[in-house]
């Protein structure tokens, strides 16, 4: 199922290029911060109870249930947090969040503008840890050799060109970092 949330915030970007995660095969995806409450919140829970009764029908409901447990649900209803330290990581406190995962094909992205941003270098600046964007999703219920998993694929973003940078680093240094520091031009016999 389709569905399109909006406002919330970006973590862990694998948009210009698909990334490894653990012992995973490189994928493209996210880690989207949803409020609890909202109504990103509501569009997923929505979508996650419309595809397992689709897939279950009579028994959804308790196979959800069990998925849940398992984590073997796409949208977390809990903090993210450390392995190593337990604390959740920046802007996961107090969040729900959804796991997103594109196996081949890469989400699209948007300006607010609805210009389409294609080259790498622009979506890694743009596509930002703790960028607040609107997200393209589908979710969908996985029930094969490999087991029972509700799924969400992020199928695209638009950027709104908000949002606190959380993830560390914030791109290339530009002349105005370096504006006080520079020498005069050498004049031709200050060459010679």
């Excluded at 995962?101 to 699209?108: C, E, I, L, T, V």
């Excluded at 270098?121 to 743009?126: D, G, T, Y």
């Excluded at 799924?151 to 560390?168: K, P, Y």
């Amino acid at each position: 199922m389709q569905i399109t949330i909006k406002n919330v915030r970006l973590a862990f970007p694998a948009i210009a290029a698909p990334q490894a995660f653990g012992d995973g095969e490189p994928a493209y995806g996210a880690k989207l911060i949803i409020e609890p409450e909202s109504a990103a919140h509501a569009a997923i829970e929505d979508a996650i109870k419309k595809e397992a009764d689709m897939k279950w029908a009579a028994k959804s409901g308790t196979i959800l249930k069990r998925l849940e447990r398992d984590n073997k649900v796409a949208f977390v209803k809990d903090e993210y947090r450390s392995k190593k330290t337990d604390e959740p990581y920046a802007g996961f406190e107090g969040m729900f969040y959804a796991n997103t995962r594109n196996a081949k094909d890469q989400p699209s992205v948007f300006t607010k503008f609805g210009e389409k941003v294609t080259d790498r270098n622009e979506i890694e600046r743009l596509a930002y840890s703790g960028a607040i964007v609107n997200a393209s999703l589908d979710v969908w219920a996985m029930d094969n050799k490999w087991g029972q998993r509700i799924n969400c694929s992020l199928r695209g973003i638009m950027l709104t060109g908000e949002g606190e940078n959380f993830g560390g680093g914030n791109g290339s240094a530009t002349e105005n970092d370096f504006a006080d520091l520079f020498a005069d031009t050498p004049e031709a016999e200050d060459v010679l």
